[in-house]
């Protein structure tokens, strides 16, 4: 598992006094209000030393999403230089989360199976689709995209990097 959880995105700056729009990974941002400190990188895999630090100043919900500030950062220049940057946080920094709950970074290489034992492929992204999110699993030939919903998924084993689809490879 990852060493980092990717929870967000920084999509744009917002307004001149350098804010940006957040996109959250999740249902629950207002959440990460708790962690003084944010982790910011442009590339989601970096390791955990290649993620810059920043003070959280402000997290307000702004319409249908979510507006951040930083303390290091006071202008619409200075955040310009943070679009599309990931928001992460070591996993020791983050509860564990609820039974029948998984944090995405945790599903990203799991590998998806049909309830048969044939490999549909492997996790290398989720999207949020409004109502529940999506797997995006790869192999050598196909992408399937496949609800993450337990009507599709009735199997998620961390331990085993192993999730069960019920789901056909010809889709």
Known sequence: MSEVIVL???TSPF?????FKLHPFGDDPESWQAMPQWWVSPESGA????????TLEALTPHGKGWIVKFQEISDRTAAEAYRGWYVGAPRSALPEPEADEFYW??????????????VLGVVIELISAGAHDVLVV???????LIPFVRAYVPTVDLNERRIVADWSPEW
Request: charged share 30%; aromatic share 6%; glycine share 14%.
């Open 47 to 54: 390791p955990l030393d290649a993620w810059q630090q920043l």
């Open 15 to 19: 307004a001149i006094k350098g804010w």
């Open 105 to 118: 970074g945790d599903l990203v290489g799991c590998r998806v199976e049909t309830p048969k034992g044939q």
């Open 138 to 144: 790869r192999n050598d030939k196909k992408t399937h």
């Open 8 to 10: 967000g995105r920084l």
